[in-house]
């Protein structure tokens, strides 16, 4: 990797890292510090690599330079010297100085602690996103304002206050007990799915998909069932869905970057591997009494990875699209099921359940009444498609209802 490229690299892959070993440490009151401590690290890299040269081991480099950062910084703040200095000597071998662990196995538990800690439910829900962003994923405030389509003073403002509840409550950063998973698990995988989301189904950056938050949010969870409290059934089957959407990443954009919907995709670009994996979490996911949407949205993905149109695939569909709706409305489960109901139904009835739903300032709304009325009243399809192309907020959704509209105006009439 060039060296322009490897410090802006590691930023992303170390910082994140180390400022939940620190965090962990020193506890969450102290976050200023360890951010201080992390971002100097980065500017003695920048500085001595630029003209020393890259070290042999530029991770290695990076952790000793925080450690020995630490300590210094330990030594001359009052603060720290009288206060937190002797419990830190009190928990160390006589004679050595306090040590700061960055092991990968004390990297996973701090990085699974803080993940807790931002959950916890005094934090309301959009900062906990927020605040995984930016602590657990490295990503600074420009990129979250780019996922969340606002300015970057915003998301400061809705990092500071959260960072400041968290310092009020004095929340430990430490390995979650049973009682703690129990309580905070369903706001952890909920950060993880909004997460997730956000890349699969990208509203900014022109970008029909930002893996790099998909793929965030699946570390995230490789993390979570890892650990053997944790590692309960809701984050397998969460795990699941997550590997078969992104075994489809590929196929969903086309030569042109344009989004190609699932009737369009290539099935010979989806990744059979992640399809797998997929299979073994799901399988995971079925220890236990235990249904949770996650199950069944897992489901409904496994359905999709199977190329063959099939009645039992599209009755299976629709099943389980009624179950989840039961479980937990939403609506746009009920539009993603007027189309299951299309393909088992026929298009009729999918057509008067999706009117109902009149979810008019929605794009996908639109653009699935386009397809539903193609071939049954191409007039209305192409209004409908006109619509949804108003109401597209990225450049590959405009291309992709033109691409609609002009394929219906051109289609020859029988």
């Not at 997929?278 to 995971?284: A, I, K, P, R, S």
Request: glycine share 4%; proline share 5%; with cysteine.
């Amino acid at each position: 990797m060039e060296e322009s490229a490897l410090i802006p690299h590691l930023f992303r892959t170390e910082y994140r890292k180390m400022i939940s070993v620190l965090c962990a440490r020193f506890g969450i009151e102290h976050i200023e510090q360890a951010e201080d401590i992390v971002s100097e690290t980065f500017l003695a890299a920048t500085e001595s690599w630029s003209t020393r040269g890259v070290p042999e081991n530029p991770q290695g480099w990076l952790y000793t330079t925080a450690k020995h950062k630490t300590l210094n910084w330990l030594k001359r703040n009052n603060f720290f010297r009288e206060k937190l200095l002797p419990d830190l000597r009190y928990s160390t071998p006589e004679g050595e100085e306090p040590d700061i662990d960055l092991s990968d196995r004390n990297i996973s538990d701090s990085q699974l602690a803080m993940m807790f800690t931002v959950c916890h439910p005094s934090i309301p829900p959009e900062s906990q996103v927020a605040l995984a962003l930016n602590l657990l994923c490295g990503f600074g405030a420009q990129e979250i304002a780019d996922a969340y389509l606002t300015t970057p003073a915003v998301i400061y403002k809705r990092l500071g206050r959260a960072k400041e509840k968290l310092k009020e409550a004095g929340i430990p950063v430490e390995q979650p007990s049973a009682r703690e998973i129990s309580e905070r698990i369903n706001a952890v995988l909920k950060t993880i799915y909004l997460l997730f989301s956000e890349g699969y189904f990208s509203s900014s950056n022109n970008a029909v998909v930002r893996k790099e938050l998909c793929v965030e949010a699946m570390r995230l969870n490789y993390l979570l069932v890892e650990q053997p409290l944790a590692n309960l059934p809701a984050a397998n089957a969460l795990l699941a869905l997550m590997c078969f959407h992104a075994s489809r990443f590929d196929a969903r954009v086309g030569e042109s970057g344009e989004i190609m919907l699932y009737h369009e995709q290539d099935a010979s670009r989806w990744n059979r591997e992640l399809i797998e994996k997929g299979e073994y979490y799901l399988n995971q996911a079925a220890t236990g009494p235990m249904l949770t949407t996650y199950h069944i949205e897992a489901a409904i993905a496994w359905w999709h990875t199977h190329q063959e149109d099939t009645p039992e695939k599209w009755d299976n569909i629709l099943d389980l699209y009624n179950r989840l709706l039961i479980l937990q409305y939403s609506p746009m489960a009920a539009l993603n099921r007027t189309y299951a109901l299309a393909r088992a139904r026929g298009k009729q009835p999918a057509i008067r359940e999706a009117e109902k739903l009149a979810l008019t300032d929605n794009f996908l709304y639109y653009s699935l009444l386009g397809n539903l009325y193609t071939g049954v009243d191409d007039e209305k399809a192409i209004r409908h498609y006109q619509t949804a192309r108003q109401l597209a907020n990225t450049p590959s959704g405009v291309a992709a209802m033109e691409k609609y509209i002009a394929e219906l105006t051109h289609r020859p009439v029988h």
